[in-house]
């Protein structure tokens, strides 16, 4: 039963018997909760071993959230796990379980682990990654010993809502990292498979029946033909989500309504610890949003969009370790990064208020 029924239910249940303190008055409304999305997080190192407060400024506006959700876009060799890396270039990202607890420790609850980089240690480091995440009690999906644990909802209980996640990618990735009926790895969605598409639809639509709130994640960074991108996240909404979300190229894309249901595009980088050169990408790498989603009984109200800015390094003593981190962006930046997400959203019909510091979409038309 999701929350919409739940809510019925209990109104009847009120008109017929009072509230519960005997006094025959209307029930008090349910509350909703705050969910906050944000960009992925290809976190290599604990932030905690190099500054006593990282992200000082974005850690209080993700403790105004019940949770927090992002793609975990690095594969995790927890104790003894024998973790072989695949890749021998500087795209390689694995990291030690600390990264975990650094993310729980800011509010981290729900994760997607499907990406490009979730092979970076083999079939072992999948598992490894799950089972370290499972030790926190972090809420995951996108990867599993098989292609159904891989494809399976997952759920997160807050405060009387369940939110459910069903977490998919579709990466240039070798053969080898999409999980079958007999082999762990990643929950793959190629654009020309049919029965990928027929698995995750249903995967939502299981996920719709059993949970108030549904995010479809997809990790999108292959060429697909024009349009295909809309098409996916427009046909999750029409099986019963209630959010898309996509990481994949590391920066903003718009934001779309659809039929009641949210679309992200693209949320670009949360924290992003590249070991590439400085100016290997362009400054809107390094710029991103914090979307709030205020949740209720009949989907996401409306967003609230912070700004937020990462340090894209400075050449010298623990160059790696201490790049990547996001601070919220106030100023002209703040306001730049904003007028980019507004523009980058107008071709979808979206209108994205603007004020000081922060962005706001109201959704119309919920179902």
Known sequence: MNRSSRI??????TLLFGCADGSGGPASAEPGIRLAIVGQALIEHDPREYFETPMSTVVPVLGQADA?????EVAVSGAGCDCVPTRDDVYFHGAQPGVLDFLAEIGVSLVALSNNHSWDYGAEGVLSTIDEADKRGMVHAGTGIDVAAATAPAYLD?????????????????DAARATERRAGVNMLDPGNPVDWDRNIAAVQAAAADADVVLAYQHFQVDAEAGWQERWARATIDAGATVYVSHGEPTLAGVEVYRGGLILYGLGNFIFHTRTQLGRYPPDVWESVIAELILDGEGVDRVEFTPVALDPGRDGHRFLETRGYP???????????????????????TTIALTEGHGTLEIDGRR
């Open 8 to 13: 019925l239910t209990a109104t009847a249940v």
């Open 68 to 72: 927090v959700f992002t793609n975990l």
């Open 158 to 174: 807050v405060d009387g809502f369940r939110l459910g996640l069903v977490s998919m990618a579709t990466v240039n990735s070798p």
């Open 327 to 349: 601070e919220v962006a106030v100023g002209e930046v703040g306001q730049s990064i904003l007028g980019r997400l507004a523009e980058l959203s107008r071709p979808y019909g």
